[in-house]
């Protein structure tokens, strides 16, 4: 004969195993994304990569007679893959900020105690006030800066055999470099704003 077991003891064991499969369920969500992350920073790498190989290629077919073609055209892909860098940056920085300040809460709450994932606590006591600083704000937009300095240069190079072809590739590298403006300075904002 099985001891008879009141209400309370099942309610008890049911809450706590309902806490523990909560629990599972925002640890599985916290490794998809840190995977997640992990693949955006592979693809920031693939794409440092990408870049080199352009500048390469370009390099490489540089004595032609389209040369206003190979100048823009180094440019807008560099651009491009600033770009897609920067949403890969931002997309990083908004999982943390999301690990942080939304996931690690909500498991706090069911273990009434926050002892875990303090990575990104620990560095920041450990940067200090220093980390976000002038040189953070540097780091953040050293590939504006970077573009704006190749489109001047370009338009000086290209200034003596100027063509039509060239206005569009101004055009063309402007609009670019205001995407990847707006986007690099919310990122930048992102990081800058999410962790004091």
Known sequence: MEPITNDKQ????????????????????YNALTSRATYFINIQFVLLTALIAWVIVIGN?????????????????AQ???????NMEWETYSIVRYIERDLKPRICNLLSKDTFWDYE?????????????AWSIFTGYF????AIATIICTIIYRF??????????VVLNLLLFIVMTVRTD??????????K
């Open 10 to 29: 099942v309610k008890e064991s049911v809450s706590k195993e309902f806490i523990k499969e909560e629990i599972d369920l925002h640890i599985a969500e």
């Open 61 to 77: 077919i540089w004595n032609t007679k389209i040369e206003y073609l190979l100048n823009w055209g180094l440019l807008i892909g």
């Open 80 to 86: 491009i893959i600033g770009i897609v860098n920067a």
């Open 121 to 133: 606590s620990y560095l920041i006591i450990q940067r200090g006030q220093k980390f976000n600083s």
């Open 143 to 146: 590939w504006i800066l970077l």
């Open 160 to 169: 003596h055999n100027w063509l039509i072809w060239d206005w569009v590739g």
């Open 186 to 195: 919310q990122t930048v904002k992102l990081r800058r704003n999410s962790w």
